[in-house]
């Protein structure tokens, strides 16, 4: 099992900033892909960006630019620099851990409001 704990969210202003951290902790793999998810009222849970243990990202092309992914292996964290929000960004923002099995871990989701 692994858990993952998210943090950071909150109610920010347009064109503001927010930084989302998430540290996962169990059973860890260390070869692992994590990453974060969206799930605004009413829309499906879409990708906003990953990163695997190598390195490697991958964004949604909404956030290209704006935000950033970044990790720390050694504590097990991602975190999340979102930068020049919109309201469209508005929503709970899920944490994601999936390891070499493809087995997925979801934590229980922050919210982030962005007020025009």
């Known amino acids: 099992q692994v858990q993952l704990v998210e943090s950071g969210g909150g109610l920010v202003q347009a064109g503001g900033t927010l930084r989302l951290s998430c540290a996962a902790s169990?059973?860890?793999?260390?070869?692992?892909?994590m990453g974060w998810y969206r799930q605004a009222p009413g829309k499906q849970r879409e990708l906003v960006t990953t990163i695997t243990s190598g390195g490697s990202t991958n964004y949604a092309d909404s956030v290209k630019g704006r935000f950033t992914i970044s990790r720390d292996n050694a504590k097990n964290t991602v975190y999340l620099q979102m930068n020049s929000l919109k309201p469209e960004d508005t929503a709970i923002y899920f944490c994601y851990y999936r390891n070499i099995y493809s087995r997925a871990y979801w934590g229980q989701g922050t919210q982030v409001t962005v007020s025009s």
């Open positions: 169990g059973s860890i793999f260390s070869s692992n892909t």
